[in-house]
């Protein structure tokens, strides 16, 4: 395999793996749409709200690993939007908060960047 082969298979990758990003929060986004229109039972919200959690849990672990390619800055900027992703849910979840549209805009943003 030539280099310019293997950075073709490279690039490809990054842009798959955008591509299941951009799905993750899409879902993720109906999701918490739902829970603001009243449309889910209580147990639906609270599973929402943990897949978001979970979802965010794992770009914060991916963009801390050493090997991640972004720009330092960049990663530490998204790592503290995830933490507030991840605290704005728990409150939500803890019924501490009931405003879902600020966690909506927040992951629409992200994925729209992606």
Do not use: C
Not at 61 to 78: M, Q, S, T, W, Y
């Amino acid at each position: 395999m030539t280099f310019e082969a293997y950075e073709t298979v490279v690039e490809d990758s990054g842009h798959e793996a955008r591509g299941r990003e951009r799905q993750a929060l899409s879902l993720g986004i109906d999701r918490l749409e739902r829970l603001q229109q009243g449309r889910f039972s209580a147990e639906d919200q609270v599973q929402s709200l943990l897949y978001v959690r979970r979802l965010w849990t794992i770009f914060i672990e991916d963009l801390a690993h050493p090997e991640n390619g972004l720009p330092e800055k960049l990663r530490a900027d998204i790592i503290s939007i995830g933490l507030w992703v991840v605290k704005e849910a728990d409150r939500l979840r803890e019924e501490r908060s009931s405003d879902v549209m600020q966690l909506v805009e927040i992951n629409r943003l992200i994925r729209d960047a992606l």
